[in-house]
């Protein structure tokens, strides 16, 4: 009692007790203060920077409790300036999922905008709406480049394949979309395979320097090339594999040919009914982040998963993770992103059905 603030910061306040911001609220009107409501997210959860999107970890480097911020970021109505960078340690978090598979992890007292008010996490139950934002198209307005990225030192027996100072192409970003989807070997730091029988793709990957001896597994040497890949973040087992977090700093154009690999690699489409557009993985987290990275383009899908059961070569169940676009969702990715090739020749035929 008797105190004087200039500021104030309420930590978990939906646990408190709603006298306390009554109490306070006409002292700091009085000294034109202000004062803070500290809710967290997971680290993962992506949002939307001046710079496009960014995994919020990624936001601020810095790990005390408070720390200073001032960048805006995007949310309901635009962009708005956040002062304060929290990082609150370990918590209990809820995991929200909508029909469609967006999924949010937060703490009770975070809250959600249902269409009409702010609502605490913790009231929601089932059957609840929650709009998402989609189409903004906020995107990093310069090129990605290897600035940061240094380069092996090439030993003795090092692979002599050096790789030129402007490598990083746009044919270089459809290539790693296709190693994301059916890539292999960047742990063994010397030969690149992708996996791939479509004569389109192996024309493409021909034309990179790639060779194969069976048509199907198409193979480059190179130590820097495997170097990069793994800097950027393409390692890890199918599990592990994940839509790389530098893929996000790059601007609107890199990540379209990136995608266009993605799902050259790994998706199918069709023109039937509405029009349809899927790819799979057993990677939920790859999954996930393409989902929502779809949503910067205005492009919605429906994520599921199903189980695949043991078979005689493969003797273990595993669980593998869908992203389905249907109608006019699969129009805009067409119209927006596309394929390379035979599948985006599909496109015509939805375009005009749709006009």
């Not at 009085?30 to 919020?56: H, M, Q, S, Y």
């Not at 905008?113 to 906020?138: A, H, V």
């Not at 676009?325 to 375009?351: D, T």
């Amino acid at each position: 009692m008797g105190t004087n603030p200039n500021g104030c910061i309420f930590s978990e306040y939906s646990m408190q007790d709603p006298n306390a911001w009554q109490y306070i609220r006409p002292i700091l009107d009085a000294n034109n203060g202000w004062a803070i409501f500290v809710f967290c997210v997971a680290p993962e959860t992506i949002v939307l920077t001046e710079n496009g999107p960014r995994k919020i970890e990624r936001v601020s480097d810095k790990r005390e409790e408070f720390s200073p911020l001032n960048k805006p970021i995007y949310g309901l109505g635009g962009f708005h300036n956040a002062t304060e960078f929290y990082c609150g340690g370990k918590r209990k978090l809820l995991k929200i999922t909508t029909k469609k598979g967006y999924q949010i992890r937060c703490t009770p007292n975070h809250p959600l905008w249902n269409g009409d008010k702010w609502i605490e996490s913790k009231y929601l139950k089932i059957g609840d709406f929650l709009p998402i934002q989609r189409g903004q198209e906020i995107w990093n307005q310069e090129d990605f480049t290897t600035k940061e990225w240094e380069r092996p030192i090439q030993g003795k027996q090092g692979n002599k394949k050096i790789l030129s100072e402007n490598f990083l192409t746009h044919d270089m970003f459809y290539l790693m979309g296709l190693y994301l989807a059916d890539g292999s070997g960047i742990n063994t730091g010397r030969t690149l395979t992708i996996t791939k029988s479509d004569k389109m793709i192996s024309d493409f990957l021909f034309s990179q320097g790639f060779k194969t001896v069976d048509g199907l597994h198409h193979t480059y040497s190179s130590t820097e090339l495997c170097h990069f890949f793994k800097w950027f973040g393409l390692s890890g087992t199918a599990k592990e594999k994940q839509i790389p977090d530098r893929l996000l700093e790059c601007s609107r154009a890199q990540v379209i040919s990136f995608l266009q690999g993605y799902f050259n690699g790994d998706g199918t489409a069709g023109v039937k009914k509405a029009g349809y557009i899927k790819v799979c993985s057993v990677s939920e987290e790859l999954i996930r982040v393409l989902q929502v990275l779809l949503l910067n383009f205005g492009i919605t899908s429906r994520r599921s998963k199903y189980l695949v059961q043991p078979t005689e070569k493969v003797k273990v169940s595993s669980v593998v993770w869908n992203l389905e676009l249907e109608g006019h969702s699969a129009y805009l990715y067409f119209s927006k992103i596309g394929f390379r090739g035979h599948k985006q020749e599909r496109s015509s035929v939805l375009c005009e059905r749709v006009k």
